[in-house]
């Protein structure tokens, strides 16, 4: 009994251990947090498109219209954080949104930190239980806190930042079956929570697919394959269930992308720009060398103990499959990168680097473990990747002081365009995509993406902005929540009105001015201008109308 009950204290005290890292991450999330500046300044796309989204299915209006990664795991986490925060606030759900999106933009991130941070301590405690060694499962917990650039989407509101959740369940569960009894195979059971994981990372991104691969190289048989290929399809659809509401617009979505060599469906009409190609590669090594450097020593391991007897060994058997897996997982997800180039879909891929090592881990554990220690190796390896993450701690903290700065540097801007803003008159905004002074245009954004289910929100909008409208160039007329004006509609010619311009729209303010001739042709626009700001270039201009000569009234 007594030792019976110190076993069981030992190995409590060791679980105890796995707190500690899911408890950093959550930190540095808070911490970016409490940080950062308001997102509808700078950061528009895609935190507002999933806030107004994620409200609509707080609502129970499923048919949500926002599919474009799908991202429906972070509307949920929007509609699961909206509740208890506007229960406190006096207004229904709607006018509270309205009234404070930042706050809810906010309790949704840090919902979104909570929950990967339980599963980071979930992956720990099943390694664990498996492996029966501390020093591997702590090393595989490190999986957010691996890369610096990873580390730097942990305080916003996009799928990037969700991705840890499928990849390091996946590591998890190729871990788990790396130690189980080689001749078992893959169970029924498992193949479905393979699918899970895989239905997951679809619904939070399609960028998830090339990773989808790794299980294939576990599964033996056709029947094996269909299974989970089939469970993988309707896990995708539960998990993303608003793209059978939206199925035709979303299959011609990401259509478009697989058949179209530029973004979001753009460029040519052809798969890749093979051209591009070797410039891209080069621009992703040298992004983050030790990736490509820790995928090298893989192939080579694995290979090397392919071509030896050692293959035949049941030690190796399973290793090299999950080995061959993630190898081509991450081979095709960086030369579908090179196909839609950006460093950010690059995140996911990033997020195996520390997978790559724990495999390294193992085969050099099988391979020397007459000449080590047993459990010398785990403790090497988790020292030796600490103090990468340590390293890297440095680098990631430069890159948040860059990227903070540069938010309060916005912040200061907005509050100068605001203060210069004339209350009680008109607003007509013409913006880059990405975000302004104006915390109206950012829920236009998304109130856009809201399809027909834009009617949840038109009536508060309107109230709560009711003299600001937007400038479109698919209308002749200005846009307000759904209603299309004249300026006469809105525009009172002796107070004037007030134009913001942003990044790359200055061509907007001549076609402003004249659909104001155009309704007012009594009068003459004088255009003067408040503020000008460079990097990113915007304009502030106050409008005002003088008597037009030629014309009498």
Request: hydrophobic share 50%.
């Given at each position: 009994?007594?030792?019976?009950?110190?076993?069981?204290?030992?190995?409590?005290?060791?679980?105890?251990?796995?707190?500690?890292?899911?408890?950093?991450?959550?930190?540095?999330?808070?911490?970016?947090?409490?940080?950062?500046?308001?997102?509808?300044?700078?950061?528009?796309?895609?935190e507002?498109?999933?806030?107004?989204?994620?409200?609509?299915?707080?609502?129970?209006?499923?048919?949500?219209?926002?599919?474009?990664?799908?991202?429906?795991?972070?509307?949920?986490?929007?509609?699961?954080?909206?509740?208890p925060?506007?229960?406190?606030?006096?207004?229904?759900?709607?006018?509270?949104?309205?009234d404070?999106?930042?706050l809810?933009?906010?309790?949704?991130?840090?919902l979104?930190?909570f929950?990967?941070?339980m599963?980071?301590?979930?992956?720990?405690?099943?390694?664990?239980?498996?492996?029966?060694?501390i020093?591997?499962?702590?090393l595989?917990q490190?999986?957010?806190?691996?890369n610096?650039?990873?580390?730097?989407?942990?305080?916003?509101?996009?799928?990037?930042s969700?991705?840890?959740?499928?990849?390091?369940?996946?590591?998890?569960m190729?871990?788990?079956i790396?130690?189980?009894n080689?001749?078992?195979?893959?169970?029924?059971?498992?193949?479905?929570?393979l699918?899970?994981?895989?239905g997951?990372?679809?619904?939070?991104k399609?960028?998830?697919?090339?990773?989808?691969?790794?299980?294939?190289?576990?599964?033996?048989?056709?029947?094996?394959?269909?299974?989970?290929?089939?469970?993988?399809?309707f896990?995708?659809?539960?998990?993303?269930?608003?793209?059978?509401?939206?199925?035709s617009?979303?299959?011609?979505?990401?259509?478009?992308m697989?058949?179209?060599s530029?973004?979001?469906?753009?460029?040519?009409?052809?798969?890749?720009?093979?051209?591009?190609?070797?410039?891209?590669?080069?621009?992703?090594?040298?992004?983050?060398?030790?990736?490509?450097i820790?995928?090298?020593?893989?192939?080579?391991v694995m290979?090397?103990?392919?071509?030896?007897h050692?293959?035949?060994?049941?030690d190796?058997?399973?290793?090299n499959l999950?080995?061959?897996?993630v190898?081509?997982?991450?081979?095709l997800?960086?030369?579908?990168?090179?196909?839609?180039?950006?460093?950010?879909?690059?995140?996911?891929?990033?997020?195996?680097?520390?997978?790559?090592?724990?495999?390294?881990?193992?085969?050099?554990?099988r391979?020397?473990?007459?000449?080590?220690p047993?459990?010398?190796?785990?403790?090497?390896?988790?020292?030796?990747?600490?103090?990468?993450?340590v390293?890297?701690?440095?680098?990631?903290?430069?890159?948040?002081?860059?990227t903070?700065?540069?938010?309060?540097?916005y912040?200061?801007?907005?509050?100068?365009?605001?203060?210069?803003?004339?209350?009680?008159?008109?607003?007509?905004?013409?913006?880059?995509?990405?975000?302004c002074p104006?915390?109206?245009?950012?829920?236009?954004?998304?109130?856009?993406?809201?399809?027909n289910?834009?009617?949840?929100?038109?009536?508060?909008?309107?109230?709560?902005?009711?003299?600001?409208?937007?400038?479109?160039?698919?209308?002749?007329?200005f846009?307000?929540?759904?209603l299309?004006?004249?300026?006469?509609?809105?525009v009172?010619p002796?107070?004037?009105?007030?134009?913001f311009?942003?990044?790359?729209?200055?061509?907007?303010?001549?076609?402003?001015?004249?659909?104001?001739?155009?309704?007012?042709?009594?009068?003459?626009?004088?255009?003067?201008?408040?503020q000008?700001?460079?990097?990113?270039?915007?304009?502030?201009?106050?409008?005002?109308?003088?008597?037009n000569?030629?014309?009498?009234?």
């Open positions: 009994m007594i030792k019976t009950g110190l076993l069981q204290d030992a190995l409590m005290s060791r679980r105890m251990w796995f707190g500690l890292f899911p408890m950093l991450f959550f930190g540095i999330g808070l911490a970016i947090i409490f940080h950062s500046q308001a997102f509808y300044q700078r950061t528009t796309d895609p507002y498109f999933h806030l107004l989204n994620g409200i609509n299915i707080a609502l129970f209006n499923l048919a949500t219209p926002y599919t474009a990664h799908p991202g429906t795991p972070l509307q949920i986490i929007v509609a699961l954080a909206s509740w925060v506007s229960v406190v606030l006096p207004g229904s759900l709607v006018q509270n949104v309205v404070n999106p930042e809810f933009l906010r309790s949704a991130i840090i979104k930190i929950i990967i941070s599963v980071i301590l979930f992956a720990g405690l099943r390694i664990f239980e498996h492996t029966r060694n020093w591997l499962s702590l595989l490190l999986l957010p806190l691996g610096a650039y990873t580390l730097t989407v942990i305080g916003r509101l996009n799928p990037e969700l991705m840890i959740v499928p990849v390091i369940l996946l590591s998890a190729l871990i788990s790396l130690y189980q080689t001749n078992k195979g893959i169970s029924s059971r498992q193949i479905k929570q699918a899970i994981i895989g997951l990372g679809m619904a939070i399609f960028s998830y697919f090339p990773f989808l691969l790794i299980p294939f190289f576990l599964l033996k048989s056709f029947k094996e394959m269909s299974r989970y290929i089939l469970f993988t399809i896990f995708t659809l539960v998990f993303a269930f608003p793209i059978i509401f939206n199925f617009d979303s299959f011609a979505w990401f259509g478009k697989l058949v179209n530029g973004q979001w469906g753009g460029g040519n009409s052809t798969f890749i720009d093979w051209s591009m190609v070797p410039e891209r590669l080069y621009l992703l090594m040298n992004f983050n060398l030790m990736f490509p820790l995928l090298f020593v893989l192939g080579a290979l090397f103990v392919w071509l030896t050692n293959a035949k060994n049941q190796f058997k399973t290793l999950i080995s061959a897996g190898l081509a997982g991450v081979v997800s960086v030369f579908l990168i090179t196909k839609h180039f950006a460093y950010r879909y690059y995140i996911t891929t990033l997020f195996f680097q520390v997978v790559l090592f724990y495999l390294i881990t193992e085969y050099a554990r391979l020397f473990r007459v000449r080590v047993k459990n010398m190796l785990p403790v090497i390896a988790f020292t030796i990747y600490f103090t990468i993450v390293w890297q701690m440095f680098d990631f903290r430069q890159k948040m002081e860059i903070l700065e540069g938010q309060r540097t912040a200061l801007r907005s509050d100068t365009v605001n203060i210069s803003r004339q209350e009680n008159i008109p607003l007509i905004v013409s913006s880059f995509y990405a975000g104006f915390p109206e245009f950012s829920l236009n954004e998304g109130y856009m993406l809201c399809g289910l834009k009617s949840t929100f038109s009536e508060e909008l309107r109230k709560k902005y009711p003299l600001t409208s937007m400038y479109v160039d698919w209308s002749d007329h846009y307000h929540w759904n299309f004006m004249d300026a006469r509609d809105f009172v002796e107070q004037g009105l007030n134009v311009i942003g990044q790359g729209k200055e061509p907007d303010l001549v076609v402003i001015l004249e659909r104001l001739k155009f309704s007012f042709p009594e009068y003459i626009p004088q255009v003067e201008l408040i000008h700001f460079d990097h990113p270039e915007e304009y502030f201009y106050k409008i005002s109308f003088s008597d000569p030629h014309i009498l009234r």
